[in-house]
């Protein structure tokens, strides 16, 4: 028998790739770059973190070569309450607009004094304003203030205790790990989580 060449009409496949293609770009959503970009050691541990009711203290090296500290809260009603606490404490007045848009922040690491610019700054510009960290010296020791508020906040409104994660790099100096470890023992914390990058094991 002679044998007929066939072809396969690919218009219905083509219709199918690109209108799931289309679903994929209007669903996805964009990653806002890091303030505090850093560098989680390795490890095969796969612990999943909490989606409220947790702090994450940053921890890693600016433009500039110097260590700074960032803070981070998940749970939008914890972090209006804690920053109604920290104006309430330095003396600084934030309006509804300014708790609202914190509500919506990701990590921050200024002093309360400058924290109204970073709210009112969008989140692309935010992730790119020269934020000098948290202090936490003896003297001006803010970070321990966040810790102590946040941690009110979340039984006040949560009745539970809030969780603490450390994010650090991998190259950050022991020294300044521990200063954060000794400010979360001096509040009686001693459990807290570690973010690391996950990595396969070897065999």
Do not use: H
């Not at 914890?78 to 404490?89: D, P, Y």
């Not at 004094?113 to 003896?138: E, H, T, V, W, Y």
């Not at 803010?142 to 946040?150: E, F, G, N, V, Y």
């Amino acid at each position: 028998m002679k044998k007929k060449s066939t072809s396969t009409d690919m218009t219905a496949m083509c219709d199918v790739a690109f209108l799931l293609l289309t679903f994929f770009i209007l669903t996805a959503t964009a990653k806002v770059p890091e303030a505090l970009p850093v560098d989680t050691p390795s490890s095969t541990v796969q612990t999943k973190l909490p989606d409220t009711d947790l702090a994450t203290i940053i921890i890693g090296k600016g433009k500039d070569g110097k260590s700074k500290v960032f803070f981070d809260i998940r749970g939008r009603e914890v972090r209006k309450r804690t920053l109604e606490g920290m104006g309430t404490k330095y003396g600084v007045t934030f309006s509804e607009d300014d708790k609202a848009k914190f509500a919506l922040m990701d990590d921050f690491g200024v002093p309360v004094a400058g924290l109204k610019q970073i709210i009112n700054l969008k989140a692309a510009d935010r992730s790119k304003a020269d934020q000098g960290g948290i202090p936490m010296d003896s003297l001006d020791n803010q970070l321990k203030d966040w810790l102590l508020i946040a941690r009110r906040a979340t039984i006040d409104i949560d009745d539970k205790e809030l969780q603490i994660a450390i994010k650090g790099d991998a190259k950050q100096d022991y020294p300044s790990i521990k200063k954060i470890m000794d400010i979360l023992q001096d509040q009686k914390i001693n459990t807290f989580n570690l973010v690391t990058g996950l990595r396969t094991k070897d065999f």
